[in-house]
């Protein structure tokens, strides 16, 4: 009996310290990075696949393969206590067409009002599942979510996390949601990181070129291939210019890659072809890409094998590659969120 009673107040004493730890633990210590599970995140492709086969083995816009992965990512960040919103929108692709889509935004409150936001697309081509295209971004996502809440500890900066629909019919969903944005809204924006297709076996690494480094590298590429001065500036005029703060941000990004041994590439000439494209000129943004550019037998060049194909399903996803953009994608929060 008295074994049993100092058993208790043993244990009660240790709930006592720990709760304390907790509250008092400086939020420099905490990392984000260290507390998401790879494992877990892999769940999320694993649930996406599934969806994929028993949809027809795709989740473009507005498919039931689309809405089953909406309700899937909303499922998931309401088991964290979450309270995610979905929000309809309507836009004309480049053929005119009207696309009906739904992108799906959630917030994980800060000490203050400004925002550091996260997104990836959780749409699919129709010509297959999208699992390295871009399940993988938002398998992710919601991990980083999980590791957050996980913490139990408020972020300095509040935590925005979008998951944009008919992105693969043109950037649709980011861009409706930057044009209903009123401009105080937009300039709560701090950040914007993206991720897109990063479960490429050995690939190249793009990260958005947030200081324009790469121009004059592509202007000497040009020259040597005989491209006259007034085409190479008819190209590269079109090119919108980068806000200022994507620099800094840049920075973060290639230390993190440079510290895991992982080649990258400064890129500008991709930045319009996901959804960075809405946030580029608007706030600091970064992002990245991981391409493995594979040319078929008939030609036909493919960003990366699989690419909006058929194929592109769990199988086609490389852990090591997935593992490293979780990695890059927490340690974004450590330095962006909690400081
Ligand atoms: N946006 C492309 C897609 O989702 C991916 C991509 C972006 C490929 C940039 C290459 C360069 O299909
Ligand atoms: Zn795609
Ligand atoms: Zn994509």
Same mark, same amino acid.
């Given at each position: ?18 709760c304390k730890n907790n509250n008092t633990l400086p939020s420099q210590s905490i990392s984000i990075?260290?507390t ?5 995140? *892999? ?37 964290l206590e979450l309270k ?5 929108? #309507? ?14 935004i959630v917030e994980i409150p800060g000490k203050s009002s400004e925002i550091v936001m996260f997104?990836?697309?959780?749409? /699919? ?19 980083m979510a999980?590791a957050v809440k996980k913490t139990n500890i408020q972020p300095d900066k509040t935590i925005r996390i979008?998951? *944009? ?8 969903? /980011? ?9 105080p809204e937009?300039r709560k924006i701090s950040s914007y990181i ?34 006259? #001065? ?53 706030s600091p ?45 927490t340690?974004m929060v450590d330095k962006l969120a909690f400081k």
């Open positions: 009996m008295r074994k049993t009673t100092t058993m208790i107040a043993f244990a009660i004493a240790l709930i006592l310290i720990s990075e260290k998401a599970n790879k494992e877990s995140a *892999w769940k999320h492709l694993e649930a996406i696949q599934q969806i994929a086969d028993k949809n027809q083995n795709h989740r473009s816009v507005g498919s039931p393969g689309g809405v089953a992965t909406a309700d899937y990512i909303v499922e998931q960040l309401q088991l995610p919103e979905k929000i309809p929108f #309507e836009a004309q692709n480049a053929k005119k067409n009207t696309i009906k889509g739904q992108n799906i997104g990836a697309h959780y749409d /699919s081509v129709e010509m297959g599942p999208g699992i390295n295209d871009n399940a993988t971004g938002v398998a992710i996502l919601l991990e999980l979008a998951f *944009w629909d008919a992105e693969e019919f043109g950037v649709l969903g /980011s861009a409706a949601y930057i044009k209903n944005l009123s401009e937009k993206n991720v897109d297709m990063v479960g490429t076996k050995e690939p190249e690494t793009l990260v958005l070129d947030g200081d324009e480094s790469s121009i004059p590298p592509m202007k000497e590429n040009f020259k040597k291939a005989g491209v006259s #001065e007034k085409e190479i500036e008819m190209m590269l005029g079109g090119i919108p210019k980068p806000h200022q703060g994507s620099a800094e941000l840049e920075k973060i990004v290639e230390q993190y890659l440079k510290s895991k041994k992982v080649t990258y590439k400064d890129d500008l000439m991709t930045s319009l072809s996901t959804d960075t494209a809405p946030f580029y000129q608007l943004t970064t992002g990245i890409v991981m391409i493995h550019t594979i040319e078929e037998a008939d030609g036909v060049l493919l960003f990366a094998p699989c690419y909006h194909q058929e194929c592109d399903n769990i199988n086609n996803v490389d852990k090591k590659s997935f593992n490293i953009a979780l990695g890059l994608v340690h």
